[in-house]
């Protein structure tokens, strides 16, 4: 057997040939064909093996659904599918598919797995594709990283929280939500520190705070507003 016999995209089976790196029987796609040798990626967020066609065996053929229509791969594997109807194509979980072929526009002609680290919108997963219910899963991929705002920002959001209080003690604690024309007045007072700031003056006289701390409190309070009325429409 010869790397040739494979082509990109084919289904293939682990044999014991490939020990730690997939168990004998999983199912895997086809990434890269070389002279001599492959690239399969068995799913589950592991890395591609590199191995001789003769480790693995072929196995259902690419969007050929079994006689029983079977999934062809594991049910929490991300795929994308094309199907009879031109240009139709989908990135979605396996177990959402229907395998079966019943002769219509929307029977599956082709699929590969998707790496889990891509992220499929509304579907969470592991960023190191370790599946939902195993021990150490974690399904944040793609989620926001307030850390590294919370940690790298540290210093500056110290000094707009020293904003924060100082205005929560001379008004009251959050009224600037009920200023009218906010967004306007916020960003008019976010520029007249920025002109304090560029003529020389590091601190605002009034409370000995950094003008950029001024300028930063009056740009979050607009972009609070601004979100805040995209919301209501």
Known sequence: MTSN???????VAAGPALGR????GDLGVVESVG?????????????????QPCAVTPAVPPGIATPAGACPVPEDEVVEIKTKRPYYSARVLARWVSWDHEGSDYD???????????SLP?????????????????LDAGKLRAGLVLGGFARALREVSAVGTYGADKYTPNGWLQVPNGVERYT?????????????????PDTEILHAAHA????????DLMIRKSEEK
């Open 5 to 11: 016999f494979f082509k990109v995209g084919a289904v």
């Open 122 to 138: 509304g579907v969470e997963s592991d960023p190191h594709g370790t599946p939902q219910h195993a021990p150490g899963a974690k």
């Open 188 to 204: 008019d007072a976010m520029h007249r520190h920025l002109l304090s700031e560029a003529s020389g003056e590091a601190c605002d």
């Open 21 to 24: 790196y997939a168990k004998e």
């Open 108 to 118: 599956i002609v082709a699929y590969r797995i998707v790496p889990q680290q891509l």
């Open 35 to 51: 002279d001599a040798l492959i690239s399969v990626y068995f799913g589950g967020g592991r890395p591609p093996v590199i191995c």
């Open 216 to 223: 930063a409190w009056n740009a979050l309070a607009r972009l």
